[in-house]
């Protein structure tokens, strides 16, 4: 017999507790603010092919989302990241306006302008590390699943980690992960930029996915328990893809922080 309560214990025991939410060594790590020029430079590069490989992940999460609800949500995030306005606390694009300059992956563009480096290796697959392309390959396999339950359960795992602490106390949203980076960012300009009357790195990118994350967090809830009451929901198979989906995200940082510690 279904017991979504009882679901909700393990859901928190599995993903809640993962070390890329709760211990993320490398944006611990980041935002003390220590960072130099080259590792701000890594960062954005594969920050950048993140975002760019991920329009693809996204689009086929909309196409197999199980739910009408999954679909729209799934297509707002994908046409935001493509340049159309997003309502941050509603999620909502409707009635928004496109502009290319907002595209997610032209706005690393700039800051990597910023910061010299070449255009051409923005947001290119050859651009990215071991470690990134194991991180979009789970993404693929887990969050773009074909099976909507696989694609349900990692985007859940996905939201937990992008929204955690926000909406609670201040210590807790500091330790976010896009407030990590927005710390270790702005003591970067502070440090480095700053002092050097350098033009300061743009964080507006990160801040405003923290803003949008905001808005997803409040509703990710209640989209799971729609979910789960469904007939045909199977609890190990939603689960499983949610560990597999942040461990394919902890792959991720842990490449970040195994190339600033050789470059450091």
Same mark, same amino acid.
């Given at each position: 017999?279904?017991?979504?309560?009882?679901?909700?214990?393990?859901?928190?025991?599995?993903?809640?507790?993962? +070390? !890329?939410?709760?211990?993320?060594?490398?944006?611990?790590?980041?935002?003390?603010?220590?960072?130099? $020029?080259?590792?701000?430079?890594?960062?954005?590069?594969?920050?950048?092919?993140?975002?760019?490989?991920?329009?693809? !992940?996204? #689009?086929?999460?909309?196409?197999? #989302?199980?739910?009408?609800?999954?679909? %729209?949500?799934?297509?707002?995030?994908?046409?935001?990241?493509?340049? %159309?306005?997003?309502?941050?606390?509603?999620?909502?694009?409707?009635?928004?306006?496109?502009?290319?300059?907002? #595209?997610?992956?032209?706005?690393?563009?700039?800051?990597?302008?910023?910061? &010299?480096?070449?255009?051409?290796?923005?947001?290119?697959?050859?651009?990215? $590390?071991?470690?990134?392309?194991?991180?979009?390959?789970?993404?693929?396999?887990?969050?773009?699943?074909?099976? &909507?339950?696989? &694609?349900?359960?990692?985007?859940?795992?996905?939201?937990?980690?992008?929204?955690?602490?926000?909406?609670?106390?201040?210590?807790?949203?500091?330790?976010?992960?896009?407030?990590?980076?927005?710390?270790?960012?702005?003591?970067?300009?502070?440090?480095?930029?700053? +002092?050097?009357?350098?033009? +300061?790195? +743009?964080?507006?990118?990160?801040?405003?996915?923290?803003?949008?994350? #905001?808005?997803?967090?409040?509703?990710?809830?209640?989209?799971?328990?729609?979910?789960?009451?469904?007939?045909?929901?199977?609890?190990?198979?939603?689960?499983?893809?949610?560990?597999?989906? /942040?461990?394919?995200?902890?792959?991720?940082?842990?490449? /970040?922080?195994?190339?600033?510690?050789?470059?450091?």
């Amino acid at each position: 017999m279904k017991n979504f309560e009882k679901f909700k214990k393990r859901i928190e025991k599995d993903f809640f507790r993962h +070390p !890329v939410i709760v211990k993320n060594p490398y944006t611990k790590w980041f935002k003390k603010g220590t960072a130099n $020029t080259e590792q701000v430079k890594d960062l954005i590069l594969q920050f950048s092919v993140f975002s760019n490989h991920f329009i693809v !992940v996204q #689009a086929k999460r909309m196409v197999n #989302a199980e739910t009408l609800e999954g679909e %729209v949500s799934a297509r707002a995030i994908l046409l935001n990241e493509c340049g %159309v306005g997003m309502n941050v606390k509603s999620g909502s694009i409707e009635n928004q306006r496109f502009t290319t300059p907002n #595209a997610h992956i032209n706005w690393l563009r700039r800051v990597a302008d910023i910061l &010299g480096i070449d255009q051409r290796s923005v947001g290119k697959w050859e651009t990215g $590390t071991k470690a990134t392309h194991d991180f979009l390959r789970g993404l693929d396999k887990t969050y773009g699943s074909h099976d &909507g339950q696989v &694609g349900s359960g990692a985007s859940f795992a996905i939201e937990t980690w992008a929204a955690y602490g926000i909406g609670k106390s201040i210590k807790e949203e500091s330790n976010n992960f896009w407030m990590e980076l927005v710390s270790g960012l702005e003591s970067f300009n502070k440090r480095h930029r700053t +002092p050097n009357k350098l033009k +300061p790195l +743009p964080v507006g990118f990160f801040k405003y996915h923290f803003e949008t994350e #905001a808005g997803h967090g409040t509703n990710v809830w209640n989209e799971l328990e729609e979910t789960y009451h469904q007939e045909s929901f199977n609890e190990e198979k939603y689960i499983s893809a949610g560990k597999i989906a /942040l461990e394919s995200i902890y792959t991720f940082w842990l490449g /970040l922080d195994e190339t600033r510690k050789k470059i450091g």
